[in-house]
């Protein structure tokens, strides 16, 4: 039976797809159902009143995977009058009404631009007994005016802008995400200071393309002086950012970067092809050997910065010598880590009817290849580090073998991620959002690892408030949306019983 059927709050659950905009805009989500009277499903509850999926339509088999899973929920809805089904995020935006007729069985659908309006939706199909469709093409609110239920007591997300102004002949998102809107630097170190004063030490700032940050309002420098500005706030202690575009990378980002001591030493900026042509074919506006210069300048800065990026493999009419270039140019970068994409083709992006697409046999060898060139380089740069003292941030779920290996995982100030270990005293006193110093002693491909004893170790708030429990909420302010109360319960089932599946 559900918890509604009993009589108490209906339940909600979101499952999240894609990139850290989407897993901020399930915060939001969350935060929405909350102040809306839902409470969140316990992790054992697998018939939760409402689901939500948060789609995202980058890759070729998202469709697949929303479909399927929404084929699994069907006769799990049917056995439990009440449950509603939701699907949002990009996918929703992309399909549309097409959702609804694939699978009748759902309840909402909701677009990118319209999060805020998900509680009402849900009350709307609940009374009327039909679907209920409404996709936006452009934003009503800035998302970052919705209530917000953080997931992490140390880390949050803090958007900057959303949408996109390029044109990347790859990439579905400015079609579905819309053209860039940016907030207003006030709003944004407001929700920062915000969130510190509720015990986060770290935030990172995101956007499409968080460099062209400032050009609604004309202010071509206004990203490095967001992050200058970040350097000016009592208790954050890490500031990230992603994504950044290589075309509006500017030295005064670089010196911002260098010269603000809670900026971490890390970039996370998309290579895609080591390949001008290829580059030229993506309507990527740079050139490798300006990719190149920026890194170059950014070490200068930074020596010890840890640079990571994504790289497509097998773009529409890419040669060996272009693939080769590739290899080339990840050779010369020595990336920390990359992020790598066979290419898929998407419906309604100019890549997709495109000459020369490359058979998958071609494709896959030369991914292989990459891999294994990237491991190779990124190994050989962890091994660097084996000896130093690194200073983590201790994370929850990072280390899927910690239990196993008495150890704890996090985050160093570079981004890499530190497995440590811990005796019996340290790991029950250690918790998530507290700060250990400790030596590296062994290093791999993705991880460090520091076995022996920490050197020190730092209670935080973030700590306090992991061990308590909490997770920090931002309110926002709900502009010209409507509000409503706690959702009535379900009726009772008139026939037989709700079974779990």
């Known amino acids: ?198 015990g986060v030490l770290e935030v990172t700032l995101l956007g499409q393309n968080v460099n062209s940050y400032g050009v609604e309002f004309g202010d071509r420098y206004a990203f490095g002086k967001l992050l200058r500005a970040c350097g000016e706030i009592d208790g954050l202690e890490r500031v990230r950012f992603t994504s950044p575009h290589p075309k509006d990378f500017t030295d005064d980002v670089i010196a911002a970067m260098a010269e603000t001591p809670n900026v971490c030493p890390s970039l996370h900026m998309p290579l895609q092809s080591g390949s001008d042509d290829v580059l030229r074919a993506m309507r990527r506006s740079y050139r490798s050997e300006k990719y190149l210069g920026i890194i170059e300048k950014v070490r200068a800065a930074m020596p010890d910065a840890a640079i990571t990026t994504d790289i497509i493999v097998g773009f529409p009419g890419e040669t060996e010598a272009d693939f080769e270039r590739t290899l080339d140019v990840v050779r010369e970068a020595r990336f920390s880590s990359a992020f790598t994409f066979q290419y898929s083709k998407r419906p309604g992006t100019p890549a997709a009817s495109m000459d020369g697409q490359l058979p998958k046999p071609v494709v896959q060898e030369r991914y292989e290849r990459l891999i294994a060139c990237v491991e190779e380089i990124t190994w050989a740069e962890n091994r660097k580090l084996v000896g130093e003292r690194v200073e983590v941030l201790v994370a929850v779920g990072e280390g899927r073998k910690d239990e196993r290996t008495g150890r704890m995982s996090g985050r160093a100030r570079d981004g890499r991620l530190v497995h440590f270990a811990t005796g019996p005293v340290e790991a029950a006193a250690i918790r998530p959002g507290d700060i250990v110093h400790t030596t590296i002693t062994y290093a791999a491909p993705h991880h460090l690892n520091a076995d022996g004893a920490p050197l020190s170790h730092r209670r935080t708030r973030a700590g306090d408030a992991a061990e308590a429990g909490r997770s920090p909420r931002t309110p926002g302010v709900l502009l010209g949306l409507p509000t409503i109360g706690a959702p009535a319960p379900a009726p009772e089932p008139t026939t037989g019983c709700a079974v779990s599946p």
């Open 1 to 198: 039976m559900t918890t509604a059927a009993a009589g108490g709050p209906r339940t909600y659950q979101v499952r999240t797809y894609g990139c850290q905009m989407n897993v901020h805009d399930s915060e939001r989500i969350s935060g929405l159902l909350e102040q809306a009277g839902y409470v969140r499903a316990g992790e054992a509850e697998d018939t939760p009143d409402v689901v939500v999926f948060n789609t995202c339509a980058v890759r070729e088999n998202a469709d697949n995977r929303l479909y399927g899973n929404l084929g699994h929920l069907r006769p799990v809805k049917n056995r439990h009058p009440g449950m509603q089904i939701a699907v949002g995020g990009c996918l929703a935006q992309k399909d549309r009404g097409d959702i609804v007729r694939r699978a009748p069985w759902v309840d909402v659908v909701f677009g990118t631009h319209n999060i805020g309006s998900l509680p009402v939706l849900l009350e709307r199909a609940r009374h009327n007994a039909a679907a209920e469709v409404e996709i936006l093409e452009a934003l009503d609110v800035f998302p970052s005016t919705l209530p917000t239920r953080r997931e992490s007591t140390y880390a949050g997300w803090v958007s900057i802008s959303v949408g996109c102004n390029n044109t990347c002949t790859f990439c579905i998102v400015p079609s579905l995400r819309g053209k860039e809107k940016d907030r207003r630097p006030g709003d944004i170190l407001s929700e920062v200071r915000a969130l510190v004063d509720e």
